[in-house]
């Protein structure tokens, strides 16, 4: 209903009455059931419009689509190799007892990304006859997953990839995991003695790690432990940008960034080295813009700066021999191909022929050797590798359908709520929501003065939901929607309640309001009839999403399907096209319904890492799958925390806890509080639970 640039909006030739009047009734007979499959109906619901409505054609290509069955299908491989049905991928991983919710990554789509990394800047280094090489890392913190790195290096052995280090532990994993000849150790990172010593020492080992000096301090320090060691470091310098970056992470560079020198800072490093007769360890300059970076004009212009200081150096003296561009490779969450925040308005080849051509430039004018090109691409490596998948537990909606005709007898406020929803119409529906909003007001504070009674203040309140219900199906028909009916849609939207912690496994949507793909992975062949926000199983207001990609804006709602009951299941009455009785947006009565899954996708980056014990919902269970000529194979099952595990985490002994338990329950048995029975049962629900998953289990 908004738009991301401004423009002047105008009203668009209404709908006739009777026109407008015939599309709502349709919708309100549809809202709340799964409508009949009509393949004969011109506009029967397709796969195409699945495609269309979630967005997965532009953030999910080469590796997500949908198939004929209307599953979500996964290309590990791309458009090179086969693909795997999602939804029968969940339910085979269920069968061996990996309960939901579940981190599926894809180490084939890890692989991928590092072969179309390279394969771009080889392109680029071609088409510029660039006269050297590039040699790309990963940053540890972006995902720092035993299983995850060790793969990642295996995948990066026939590029000379390398790790980037930002801590002491993320140092002392790639010390010990990165063993291929040639591939560059980037030291980023607060630095103190040991952890300088030990990259120093790398080089023994046969590594190349480079120290890069981010703290004017850190310049003494190296130079200390070269001399007491005996070992000559190659050091780099992160340079402070002035060249800005965009959206979130944009302070990262500029004068006020939290890491990196100054110009002025970095002329005094090169004075204190050449003192010391080190000059020619410094070898690599390093910048970083930001991550995420939308727009590839702040691509240019950074390393535009950035090699201008390159040639500056060597012209001092210093051994230049690498140029380091950071992170900041965007990744496209929305799929719209912009310069939104959650998007980016360049492809991977777009980035390296940037880089590449500025470099070279600036080399050839001042005919020095250009540097192998280092980047540090994390998010846009990570990100597409791993699918988050949780189930709908239950939903809860607003009163809907068609209201009782009311009596003569029925208070005033009623009866005036009643007339308002017989004449809404296309020509007044605006109006007629002042008026609903009012008489509801009306009855609210009538009833605080004792003049409308309880059963007469829930009719008042239904009968204004059911007013919003039918003006929302008219606004929908609307090329513009008034200002003060903007927010109707995300007042009228069920909640669908997800097992999931926010906090724990997308907590950058939390913190951040960042945007990740997310859609149901079935049933896309039926149109979603409902307009939903998701709720976690946290005890926190905050545990929701309620914003979702979209070409135009940021969606406040997520189109999903009716929950579907299970034969012989007590049905709902919603969709029943007769009044319904819950109060707004609590849960309902839930019937026992079919499994229906929903998936995160592109949340590969930085959110498993992250993620807290908010509420005590620990780690997820996830599995590795690889492509097999044959179908998939599992190479890694990774579960879950246990109960027992997450609160060993905030010190609780599990043996002391069912020790005071079992003391409880002696203490009732002797008071006659509870029967043997009763205490057994209690006991074994207790012991069994500290060896189960967080999450609820179907």
């Known amino acids: 209903?908004?738009?991301?640039?401004?423009?002047?909006?105008?009203?668009s030739d209404m709908e006739s009455v009777e026109s407008a009047e015939q599309a709502v009734k349709a919708k309100l007979q549809a809202t709340n059931g799964s409508k009949a499959n009509s393949s004969q109906s011109p506009n029967a619901w397709s796969i195409e419009k699945s495609e269309e409505l979630y967005r997965i054609t532009g953030w999910g290509e080469p590796y997500f689509s949908i198939n004929a069955a209307g599953h979500v299908t996964v290309s590990p491989e791309g458009d090179r190799g086969g693909s795997l049905d999602l939804f029968d991928l969940v339910n085979a991983l269920k069968q061996r007892n990996l309960g939901l919710p579940l981190l599926i990554r894809f180490s084939d789509i890890l692989q991928d990304r590092i072969e179309r990394l390279n394969a771009a800047f080889a392109k680029a280094i071609a088409r510029y006859n660039y006269p050297g090489v590039y040699r790309g890392v990963f940053p540890v913190k972006c995902n720092q997953q035993r299983h995850l790195v060790e793969a990642l290096v295996g995948f990066g052995k026939p590029h000379q990839f390398g790790l980037e280090a930002g801590s002491k532990p993320e140092l002392m994993i790639a010390l010990a995991t990165l063993k291929t000849p040639g591939a560059l150790l980037i030291c980023n990172g607060y630095k103190d003695r040991e952890y300088i010593e030990m990259a120093i020492l790398a080089q023994q080992l046969g590594q190349t790690p480079i120290i890069v000096l981010e703290q004017v301090e850190e310049v003494s320090l190296v130079i200390e432990a070269g001399r007491k060691l005996g070992i000559r470091p190659i050091l780099g310098v992160r340079a402070k940008l002035s060249s800005k970056g965009v959206g979130r992470w944009g302070t990262s560079a500029g004068d006020r960034a939290k890491f990196g020198l100054t110009v002025p800072e970095i002329?005094?490093?090169?004075?204190?080295?050449?003192?010391?007769?080190?000059?020619?360890?410094?070898?690599?300059?390093?910048?970083?813009?930001?991550?995420?970076?939308?727009?590839?004009?702040?691509?240019?212009?950074?390393?535009?700066?950035?090699?201008?200081?390159?040639?500056?150096?060597?012209?001092?003296?210093?051994?230049?021999?690498?140029?380091?561009?950071?992170?900041?490779?965007?990744?496209?969450?929305?799929?719209?191909?912009?310069?939104?925040?959650?998007?980016?308005?360049?492809?991977?080849?777009?980035?390296?022929?940037?880089?590449?051509?500025?470099?070279?430039?600036?080399?050839?004018?001042?005919?020095?050797?250009?540097?192998?090109?280092?980047?540090?691409?994390?998010?846009?490596?990570?990100?597409?590798?791993?699918?988050?998948?949780?189930?709908?537990?239950?939903?809860?909606?607003?009163?809907?359908?068609?209201?009782?005709?009311?009596?003569?007898?029925?208070?005033?406020?009623?009866?005036?709520?009643?007339?308002?929803?017989?004449?809404?119409?296309?020509?007044?529906?605006?109006?007629?929501?002042?008026?609903?909003?009012?008489?509801?007001?009306?009855?609210?504070?009538?009833?605080?003065?004792?003049?409308?009674?309880?059963?007469?203040?829930?009719?008042?309140?239904?009968?204004?939901?059911?007013c919003c219900e039918k003006i929302l199906a008219i606004a929908r028909q609307q090329e513009y929607v008034p200002d003060d009916l903007e927010d109707l849609e995300k007042i009228m939207a069920s909640i669908y309640y997800i097992n999931l912690s926010v906090f724990q496994s997308a907590p950058d949507s939390w913190a951040i309001d960042q945007l990740f793909p997310i859609m149901?992975?079935?049933?896309?062949?039926?149109?979603?009839?409902?307009?939903?926000?998701?709720?976690?199983?946290?005890?926190?207001?905050?545990?929701?999403?309620?914003?979702?990609?979209?070409?135009?804006?940021?969606?406040?709602?997520?189109?999903?399907?009716?929950?579907?009951?299970?034969?012989?299941?007590?049905?709902?009455?919603?969709?029943?096209?007769?009044?319904?009785?819950?109060?707004?947006?609590?849960?309902?009565?839930?019937?026992?319904?079919?499994?229906?899954?929903l998936a995160m996708f592109l949340g590969g980056a930085y959110q498993e890492i992250m993620g807290n014990l908010h509420n005590l919902f620990g780690d997820t269970n996830a599995v590795h799958i690889h492509l097999t000529p044959k179908g998939y194979e599992i190479e890694h099952v990774v579960k879950g925390d246990t109960m027992t595990e997450v609160l060993g985490y905030v010190q609780y002994d599990s043996e002391d806890l069912?020790?005071?338990?079992?003391?409880?329950?002696?203490?009732?048995?002797?008071?006659?509080?509870?029967?043997?029975?009763?205490?057994?049962?209690?006991?074994?629900?207790?012991?069994?639970?500290?060896?189960?998953?967080?999450?609820?289990?179907?």
């Open 658 to 698: 069912i020790e005071s338990i079992r003391q409880q329950t002696e203490l009732a048995l002797q008071e006659k509080r509870i029967t043997l029975q009763e205490s057994q049962l209690l006991l074994q629900n207790y012991e069994r639970s500290l060896s189960r998953y967080t999450y609820l289990s179907a």
């Open 1 to 11: 209903m908004g738009a991301r640039s401004t423009a002047a909006k105008a009203n």
């Open 520 to 597: 149901p992975i079935h049933r896309l062949d039926e149109e979603p009839t409902k307009r939903a926000t998701l709720a976690d199983l946290t005890c926190d207001s905050d545990g929701n999403i309620d914003q979702f990609i979209d070409l135009k804006d940021v969606k406040p709602v997520l189109e999903l399907h009716p929950l579907i009951a299970e034969k012989g299941s007590r049905e709902s009455a919603v969709g029943s096209g007769k009044e319904s009785y819950p109060t707004p947006h609590s849960p309902l009565p839930t019937p026992s319904h079919k499994p229906y899954y």
């Open 267 to 466: 002329l005094s490093t090169v004075e204190q080295l050449r003192a010391a007769n080190m000059l020619d360890s410094l070898q690599l300059l390093h910048y970083h813009i930001g991550s995420q970076i939308s727009s590839i004009a702040v691509v240019k212009t950074a390393i535009q700066e950035a090699s201008q200081i390159y040639v500056e150096l060597a012209k001092l003296g210093a051994a230049m021999k690498y140029l380091d561009v950071g992170g900041g490779l965007g990744v496209d969450y929305d799929g719209s191909k912009t310069n939104f925040y959650a998007s980016k308005n360049y492809n991977v080849q777009n980035y390296a022929n940037d880089v590449i051509a500025e470099v070279k430039e600036a080399c050839d004018e001042r005919k020095l050797p250009v540097p192998t090109l280092v980047s540090e691409s994390g998010r846009a490596i990570a990100s597409h590798q791993s699918v988050l998948v949780f189930d709908v537990l239950s939903t809860s909606e607003v009163p809907s359908g068609v209201p009782e005709p009311v009596q003569e007898t029925e208070h005033l406020i009623v009866r005036n709520l009643y007339e308002t929803y017989e004449s809404i119409t296309v020509e007044n529906y605006q109006e007629a929501y002042h008026d609903a909003t009012q008489f509801k007001e009306e009855a609210i504070s009538l009833f605080n003065f004792g003049y409308v009674s309880l059963p007469e203040r829930a009719r008042a309140e239904r009968l204004y939901w059911v």
